[in-house]
């Protein structure tokens, strides 16, 4: 005898088939399963098909040649790393490349890699991250950007426009045959602060096109035109991340910035469109569904990808991520940003690098120079903390900006202070470099960034197949989290219109990638 299908099991398995209508009558019953172009019966609920690839902004897709509106985010270090790039771009979505804390030379070995290995046939980014300590770096990755016909970056960490990335938008803009200005240079711009994201949905500042003509980096011409469009069409309204983090809550964040874009695209009256995405926190389908039902034009996922195989890190950082709880995130100094007094989030389950930064951000606070702190004090620093003597320090620092930004050294000679903050900034940027190659006895001193999310996402595939850290695969992750999204707004609009689902539905559950593209794609 056949077993009769309960409600349950019926209403899992359509509102599973995410391509598909259903139709339901209100109140309690089962669903019917429509065919494609069909029509409910009068009187009957009807919840439409959510194909994953009409999730999000469709002028975003168009725009980025992207299939489903998910990026990877830029993490330092190469940590968002070529593979992860590589494995997003051919899975239809984006990837931007870590390219901060990289020197020059790597992050163009990393371009000739992805430009290699994807070509024109698959979408890809690198980050430009503002560095206000060094500019001459900043300086150096736009003119490699440029020169290598890299098309887009995510700017990110931004206090303020640069001239560097006003030349990396505005170098190349003409006018079509049809007299419309084209910009070839596009820009993802992260953002946590109002001030911060009105300056990207502005047009370049005037006073740098200036500079910029004075300069002879773009004409009169292109100036004026430059006047005329948004440095960003794109802003990511980063909330409570890894990382550069002002812990702000999406619920409030993303409802900010779009009535910002709102009004800055009444303002100026440009002719393309602004778009607002979300991240931070976007680890599970309740995050992504609740992001895009708020009007997200794309989705944003970090901590999770560094917890992937195909991250720059270490299989020690990905066994501790995959451990992390809801209370195991903590701020600390950043390292580019150390003497500003900027944190970063990072993981403090298994590591005591949140703890002993900010110790080394209370010594610079309260000391002008390292001579200054008693001894001591700097003997328990030496052992505990730096495991060398700080002049061997300050000799491997010195070695190592005398190729990177030999005008850091001169600054710091001339101000003992300076030079002991890049004694201190050693230690943070050791402490990432550690955890990325897993040097194991350096372990209780790995700096990783992680924010909540990850916690979330650990909790939510608990007891699937994406609770290993080995099976996490970046692309699996995020169709999981846009598929699980789109089962759960489809199971709001039944409930919104007065249908009554069986308890435990919907139930929201990691599947393997091949099934999620035979239940999500398009008829």
């Given at each position: 005898?056949q077993?009769?299908?309960?409600d349950r099991?019926?209403?899992?398995r359509a509102?599973?088939?995410?391509?598909?209508?259903?139709?339901?009558?209100?109140?309690?019953?089962p669903p019917?399963?429509l065919?494609?172009?069909s029509?409910p019966?009068?009187?009957a609920?009807?919840?439409p098909p959510q194909p994953l690839?009409?999730l999000g902004?469709?002028?975003?897709?168009?725009?980025?040649?992207?299939?489903?509106?998910?990026v990877?985010?830029?993490?330092?270090?190469?940590?968002?790393s070529?593979?992860?790039?590589?494995a997003?771009?051919?899975?239809?979505m984006?990837?931007f490349?870590?390219?901060?804390?990289?020197?020059?030379d790597?992050?163009?070995?990393?371009?000739d890699r992805?430009?290699g290995?994807?070509?024109?046939?698959?979408p890809c980014?690198f980050?430009l991250i503002?560095?206000?300590s060094?500019?001459?770096?900043?300086s150096?990755?736009v003119?490699?950007?440029?020169r290598?016909?890299?098309?887009?970056?995510?700017?990110?960490?931004?206090?303020?426009?640069?001239p560097?990335?006003?030349?990396?938008?505005v170098s190349g803009?003409?006018?079509d045959?049809?007299?419309?200005?084209?910009?070839?240079?596009?820009?993802?711009?992260?953002?946590?602060?109002?001030?911060v994201?009105s300056?990207?949905?502005?047009?370049?500042?005037?006073?740098?096109?200036?500079e910029?003509?004075?300069?002879?980096?773009?004409?009169?011409?292109?100036?004026?035109?430059?006047?005329?469009?948004?440095?960003?069409?794109?802003?990511?309204?980063e909330a409570?991340?890894?990382?550069?983090?002002d812990?702000?809550?999406l619920?409030?964040?993303l409802p900010?910035?779009?009535a910002?874009?709102?009004?800055?695209?009444?303002?100026?009256?440009?002719?393309?469109p602004?778009?607002?995405?979300?991240?931070g926190g976007?680890?599970t389908?309740?995050?992504?569904?609740?992001?895009?039902?708020?009007?997200?034009?794309?989705?944003?996922?970090?901590?999770?990808?560094q917890?992937?195989?195909?991250?720059?890190?270490?299989?020690a950082v990905?066994?501790?991520?995959?451990?992390?709880?809801?209370?195991?995130?903590?701020?600390?100094p950043?390292a580019d940003m150390?003497?500003?007094g900027?944190?970063?989030?990072?993981?403090?389950?298994g590591?005591m690098?949140a703890m002993?930064?900010?110790?080394?951000?209370?010594?610079?606070?309260?000391h002008?120079?390292?001579?200054?702190?008693?001894?001591a004090?700097?003997?328990?620093?030496?052992?505990?903390?730096?495991?060398l003597?700080?002049?061997e320090?300050?000799e491997?620092?010195?070695?190592f900006?005398?190729?990177?930004?030999?005008?850091?050294?001169?600054r710091?000679?001339?101000?003992?202070k300076?030079?002991?903050a890049?004694?201190?900034?050693?230690?943070?940027?050791q402490?990432?470099?550690?955890?990325n190659v897993?040097?194991?006895?350096?372990?209780?001193?790995?700096?990783v960034?992680?924010?909540?999310?990850?916690a979330?996402?650990?909790?939510?595939?608990?007891?699937s197949f994406?609770?290993?850290?080995e099976?996490?695969?970046?692309?699996?992750?995020a169709?999981?989290?846009?598929?699980?999204?789109?089962?759960?707004?489809?199971?709001?609009?039944?409930?919104?219109?007065?249908?009554?689902?069986p308890d435990?539905?919907?139930?929201?559950?990691?599947?393997?990638?091949?099934?999620?593209?035979?239940r999500?794609?398009?008829p």
């Amino acid at each position: 005898m056949q077993r009769v299908e309960t409600d349950r099991e019926a209403w899992e398995r359509a509102l599973g088939e995410v391509a598909r209508g259903v139709a339901a009558n209100p109140g309690e019953g089962p669903p019917r399963l429509l065919e494609p172009g069909s029509a409910p019966p009068a009187g009957a609920a009807f919840i439409p098909p959510q194909p994953l690839e009409l999730l999000g902004d469709a002028s975003f897709r168009r725009l980025h040649g992207v299939r489903h509106a998910v990026v990877a985010g830029a993490m330092a270090n190469g940590i968002a790393s070529v593979e992860l790039v590589e494995a997003m771009g051919r899975a239809g979505m984006l990837g931007f490349f870590g390219s901060a804390g990289l020197p020059v030379d790597a992050v163009e070995r990393a371009v000739d890699r992805i430009q290699g290995g994807l070509g024109d046939k698959a979408p890809c980014g690198f980050n430009l991250i503002h560095s206000p300590s060094e500019p001459a770096i900043e300086s150096a990755v736009v003119d490699l950007y440029l020169r290598r016909g890299v098309r887009l970056v995510e700017a990110s960490a931004y206090l303020g426009l640069t001239p560097s990335v006003v030349r990396y938008r505005v170098s190349g803009i003409h006018r079509d045959e049809r007299g419309r200005v084209v910009v070839p240079n596009r820009i993802v711009a992260k953002a946590s602060r109002v001030e911060v994201a009105s300056r990207f949905l502005a047009p370049p500042p005037e006073k740098i096109l200036r500079e910029l003509v004075a300069q002879g980096a773009i004409s009169a011409d292109q100036a004026a035109m430059a006047a005329t469009i948004p440095m960003a069409e794109d802003l990511t309204a980063e909330a409570d991340s890894g990382g550069h983090t002002d812990n702000q809550p999406l619920v409030v964040l993303l409802p900010t910035f779009l009535a910002l874009r709102d009004r800055m695209a009444a303002e100026h009256g440009y002719d393309r469109p602004l778009r607002v995405g979300a991240a931070g926190g976007i680890s599970t389908p309740w995050a992504a569904a609740g992001a895009l039902a708020m009007g997200a034009a794309y989705l944003v996922t970090g901590s999770v990808n560094q917890a992937c195989v195909e991250a720059g890190t270490s299989d020690a950082v990905r066994a501790m991520l995959a451990k992390a709880q809801q209370a195991d995130v903590a701020m600390a100094p950043a390292a580019d940003m150390f003497e500003m007094g900027v944190k970063v989030q990072v993981l403090k389950r298994g590591t005591m690098f949140a703890m002993r930064a900010a110790k080394l951000y209370e010594y610079y606070r309260a000391h002008d120079r390292i001579e200054s702190i008693p001894e001591a004090d700097r003997q328990a620093l030496e052992k505990t903390i730096f495991r060398l003597p700080l002049s061997e320090v300050w000799e491997q620092t010195r070695a190592f900006f005398a190729r990177r930004d030999p005008s850091q050294i001169a600054r710091a000679e001339a101000d003992p202070k300076i030079k002991m903050a890049l004694v201190f900034r050693w230690y943070l940027g050791q402490a990432s470099r550690w955890a990325n190659v897993g040097e194991p006895s350096r372990a209780v001193d790995y700096q990783v960034w992680c924010g909540p999310a990850m916690a979330a996402f650990n909790d939510w595939t608990r007891g699937s197949f994406l609770e290993a850290p080995e099976a996490r695969r970046a692309p699996d992750v995020a169709l999981n989290i846009l598929y699980n999204a789109a089962v759960l707004l489809r199971a709001r609009a039944a409930a919104m219109q007065g249908v009554i689902l069986p308890d435990g539905i919907p139930r929201l559950a990691p599947l393997p990638r091949e099934e999620i593209e035979k239940r999500g794609a398009k008829p």
